[in-house]
């Protein structure tokens, strides 16, 4: 009999792609992933397909515990509770506290590079829950999601609009994945039964620098982009000043000063080893996504 595996947050991005993955690359049976989320009428089309839909809420214990139950893989994709410091941690302690009651057999996180030197604001999150689930006795698979190209697609049109990208990354590097990049790489540890603990870095094959990064846009969408430095005060006022809530300018803000730090300068195979495919480039990226970019 093949093991049941339950994906958390299978109505957000990352999770409805993994699910995708288990069934459309992985073959596994739909019967036999359990597919959660606060609200599962969102999941009526995974239902459709066969997939078990359950109900399972970060701030509710009992709903996690019974949501686990007879699950043998869990994937606890982290949750979007950055509003608030510490309640996503929190969040996560209690679905590793549930797992360990529902008798889980195998615990699969997924979580950021280096959280452990970091100046990301919600990199304690992930290393607080990656000793979590360390701790907690079952054997694991921490999976490190690097940035997304999705994540240029919030401010990457209104940046080739006005033709300026304000950024105080500076000359630091960093190497971005996708999303469905990340999700089919999780799926193969889901699918792939692997019971030994492992950490595994998705990183894409090259490390760019902002203005790299703007010469690839360019080339993509053939308009012009030029990098403007700031500093990391002027990034966040800016950010602010477009409306944007507090917590998420602090989040934009040491994220470039993580990368300009360098800290996100890391490059590894990882993905290609889990897979066996090579990470689809930023370039390749962009052009898909071409008519949202200049939209």
Known sequence: ????????????????????????????????????????????????????TRKADFDDAASLEAAFAGVDRLLIISTDALDTPGKRLIQHKAAVAAAVKAKVKHITYTSMPAPDNSLVTFAPDHLGTENAIKDSGIPYTIVRDAWYHDNYMHSMPHNLQGGKWFTSA???KLATISRDDCALAIASVLASGIAANATYTLTGKQSLTPKEIAAIATEATGKPLDVVPVT?????????????????????????????????DIVTDDFTKL?????????????????????
């Open 1 to 52: 009999m093949s093991e049941t595996i339950l994906v958390t947050g299978a109505a957000g991005q990352l999770g409805q792609l993994v699910v995708h993955h288990l069934i459309e690359s992985y073959k596994v049976v739909p019967a036999n992933i359990i597919a959660a989320t606060r609200s599962p009428e969102k999941l009526a089309s995974l239902a459709a397909k066969g997939v078990v």
């Open 170 to 172: 500076g000359d630091g």
């Open 232 to 264: 990391d005060e002027q990034l966040g006022q800016g950010i602010r000043g477009a409306g944007l809530p507090g917590f998420v300018a602090d989040m934009l803000v040491s994220a470039d000063a993580n990368t300009r730090a360098g800290k996100f």
């Open 275 to 295: 897979t066996g495919k090579q990470p689809q480039s930023l370039k390749d990226y962009f052009v898909a996504n071409k008519a949202a970019l200049i939209a």
